[in-house]
């Protein structure tokens, strides 16, 4: 199973970048993909979860400004985010508790860098 997130970049305070993490590998279900951030010196945080019946939730600092969705079909989960600011400059990761063989547990994507300046 592997996880590969991208979208990441360089952007302007009050711009926009949309995150992907494709999920791939002999998957039987996924429970649920959830964003990830850390930033330099700090610990990380969750952003947003979606469970695969579309329930989602939002840390409070990312409320109203990013948007999770999924498509199962492609084991893929998106983040939307809009309004960046620079407290969001982190690595985002993604997060599947996923069912694969006989297995189920945590996976985890590489990371995608995203920077907003000033």
């Known amino acids: 199973v592997q996880l590969q997130a991208s979208g990441g970049g360089l952007v302007q305070a009050g711009g926009s970048l949309r995150l992907s993490c494709a999920a791939s590998?002999?998957?039987?279900?996924?429970?649920?993909m959830t964003w990830y951030r850390q930033a330099p010196g700090k610990q990380r945080e969750l952003v947003a979860v979606?469970?695969?019946?579309?329930?989602?939730n939002y840390a409070d600092f990312v409320k109203g400004r990013f948007t999770i969705s999924g498509d199962n079909a492609k084991n893929t989960v998106y983040l939307q985010m809009n309004r960046l600011k620079p407290e969001d400059t982190a690595v985002y990761y993604c997060?599947?508790?996923?069912?694969?063989?006989?297995?189920?547990?945590?996976?985890w994507g590489q990371g995608t860098q995203v920077t907003v300046s000033s």
């Open positions: 997060n599947a508790f996923l069912h694969a063989g006989e297995n189920a547990g945590d996976y």
């Open positions: 979606i469970t695969s019946g579309g329930t989602t």
């Open positions: 590998g002999s998957i039987f279900s996924i429970n649920a």
